[in-house]
């Protein structure tokens, strides 16, 4: 899996702008462990941690998404 940057580092990072919104987006949290998946439902983009868990709600914008998530500690990853 390669980590998503804002700013793309190295081979093992894709850059957000590189993202076409139609890749699988796993998140981890706490020493990689892997909590859930971002996807897009009608009220907008969600992590979705399992069942109807949500980790910060929907919003308009994938990366809107990803930057709410981020401040809690999940990083993001694509295959």
Same mark, same amino acid.
């Given at each position: ?17 590189? @993202? ?6 796993? $998140? ?5 462990? !892997? #909590? ?10 969600? @992590? ?6 949500? $980790? ?5 914008? !994938? #990366? ?16």
């Amino acid at each position: 899996m390669r980590k998503i940057t804002l700013v793309q580092n190295d081979d093992r990072t894709i850059s957000f702008c590189n @993202l076409d919104g139609t890749e699988p987006i796993f $998140a981890k949290k706490g020493g990689g462990k !892997l #909590r859930g998946m971002v996807v897009k439902e009608e009220k907008g983009w969600i @992590l979705r941690l399992g069942g109807s868990a949500g $980790a910060t709600g929907w919003h308009d914008g !994938l #990366r809107e998404c990803l930057e709410s998530c981020v401040r809690h500690g999940h990083e993001f990853f694509v295959e």
